[in-house]
C-alpha cells in the first residue's frame, strides 16, 4: 500500500512531524543547543540549584513532549495509534514495530495519567494531579526519553523507506532499511537490559 492513499498515516505524519519538531526543542534545550530567552532551565550543580527558576522551561517542554507523544500511541479504539496504522500499511515491517512497541508498552498507561492530569487536560485538585507522577516512579526519564528516540527512529525509517521505494531509489532504500533495524535492535536491546 502506498503511504499517501490511507487518510490515518497522513494524519498520523501531521502530528508525527509536529512531535519530531517538539523533540528538537526539548533535545536542544537538554544539550544546550538552545538556551529560551525567558525562564529558567533545571539544572544541578552538586547539591546547588544553578538557574532554576519556579517554572524551567525544559520542565514545561518535557510535559508537552510526553503528553504530545501519547497521541501517537494511544491504545483506544477511537484514538490515533501509529503502531496500528504501521502495521496496516507496512505489515512486513511488523517485526520491528512490535519490537519498539514492546518499548512503549510498559508505561503507557502511566503516560495517558500523565497526559490526563499533567500535561494536556489537568487537574482541579492537587491529589487528583498527583497519580500523573506515577510515571516517574516506575520509569526514569532517560527510559521514557530512549524509548522515544527509538519511535522517532522508526517511524521516520518507515516513511522515508515508503518514499525511496516509489522513488525508485535503492541507496536510500538501503539507508532507510538500516534505521528501521537500529530500532528494533535498539529495542531489544533496552527490553534485556530491563
Do not use: C
Not at 525562564?39 to 517554572?55: A, C, V
Not at 518535557?62 to 502495521?87: C, I, K, P, T
Amino acid at each position: 500500500m502506498n503511504a499517501t492513499e490511507h487518510e490515518e498515516l497522513r494524519i498520523f505524519v501531521e502530528r508525527f512531524l509536529h512531535f519530531m519538531n517538539l523533540w528538537t526543542i526539548y533535545k536542544d534545550m537538554l544539550t544546550e543547543h538552545y538556551r529560551p530567552s525567558y525562564g529558567g532551565m533545571m539544572r544541578e550543580l552538586g547539591s546547588e540549584p544553578i538557574d532554576n527558576k519556579k517554572w524551567p522551561v525544559d520542565m514545561t517542554m518535557m510535559f508537552v513532549l510526553y503528553a504530545y507523544f501519547y497521541s501517537l500511541v494511544e491504545d483506544s479504539d477511537d484514538g490515533l495509534n501509529g503502531f496500528r496504522v504501521w502495521r496496516e500499511v507496512w505489515p512486513q515491517e511488523k517485526a520491528a514495530i512490535d519490537a519498539v512497541e514492546g518499548r512503549v508498552a510498559p508505561f503507557r498507561d502511566r503516560l495517558r495519567v500523565f497526559r490526563n492530569r499533567l500535561g494536556f487536560h489537568g487537574s482541579r485538585t492537587r491529589s487528583h494531579e498527583a497519580a500523573a507522577f506515577g510515571l516517574f516512579d516506575k520509569h526514569t526519564g532517560t527510559e521514557i526519553y530512549e524509548t522515544m528516540r527509538l519511535f522517532k527512529h522508526l517511524g521516520a525509517g518507515l516513511l522515508g523507506l515508503d518514499r525511496a521505494t516509489v522513488q525508485n531509489n535503492p541507496l536510500e532504500q538501503q539507508q532507510y532499511r538500516q534505521w528501521i533495524d537500529e530500532a528494533a535492535s535498539g529495542a531489544r536491546a533496552l527490553a534485556q537490559t530491563a
